[in-house]
């Protein structure tokens, strides 16, 4: 099984603040995606990378994945509290051909 | 227009009961998923459908049995209901070919009593 391990599992910011998750394995991943769930709601694909080393922006948000594409990161610029939510990465699982490996994700909570 | 949809939104029953989840997407897309997100908010693949025929099925106890009666529709059958089985399943689906984006639906909020 290919594991995705984020970190932190939780954390509790102001709004304007900085933070950093991560998100990281000993696998190689052909692609890893963002989502982002909302209480009472399935996840919502915020950004795919692809190739080792690649920098997206998504607004307030930068995504960069690792050179040798085993791990990614997802950096928010002065946080707000609608960006509060539970924010997960995934990779392809090579067993399945199509289905996602989920990390256990992130749960962020800005107040105002 | 809901992309993937899900009925019921709760479920709630008891022990030993037989339930099923609906679920339909209107994306066009050749593959459909099952995923289970526990009380910790861990989200695992259960099944996997590709154009009517299974792919995948993750260490899932035979109770659960999924039944795509066309590429759009994948259900879920779960019989002998135990406690263990509350949590949220989701259905997804995705475009066959390419990076493997997927669309989810709200999901199903099962509890069983």
């Known amino acids: 099984t290919q594991l995705l391990e984020q970190s932190p599992q939780f954390l509790s910011i102001q709004e304007g603040e900085n933070l950093t998750v991560y998100c990281n394995s000993s696998?190689?991943?052909?692609?890893l995606q963002w989502y982002r769930q909302e209480p009472g709601e399935g996840p919502v694909l915020l950004v795919t990378?692809?190739?080792?080393?690649e920098v997206k922006k998504l607004k307030r948000l930068t995504f960069q994945f690792g050179d040798a594409r085993k791990d990614s990161s997802l950096h928010i610029t002065a946080a707000q509290p609608g960006d509060t939510g539970l924010y997960l990465c995934a990779g392809e699982n090579s067993n399945s051909g199509y289905a996602l490996n989920f990390g256990k994700g992130t749960s962020l909570l800005v107040t105002p | 227009d809901t992309a993937v949809s899900q009925t019921p939104k709760y479920l709630v029953t008891q022990m030993g009961n037989d339930k099923s989840i609906k679920c339909e997407q209107n994306l066009g897309h050749d593959t459909m998923y099952w995923y289970k997100q526990d009380s910790k908010k861990f989200l695992k693949i259960m099944f996997s459908?590709?154009?009517?025929?299974?792919?995948i099925n993750e260490t899932v106890p035979n109770r659960f049995s999924p039944k795509s009666p066309d590429k759009a529709h994948l259900n879920l059958h779960i019989n002998s209901l135990e406690l263990g089985d509350s949590a949220v399943y989701f259905c997804?689906?995705?475009?066959?070919?390419?990076?493997?984006?997927?669309?989810f639906g709200p999901g199903t909020r099962l509890t069983v009593l």
């Open positions: 696998s190689v991943f052909s692609s």
């Open positions: 459908y590709n154009n009517k025929e299974l792919i």
């Open positions: 997804a689906s995705s475009p066959i070919a390419g990076i493997n984006e997927q669309f």
């Open positions: 990378v692809v190739t080792g080393g």
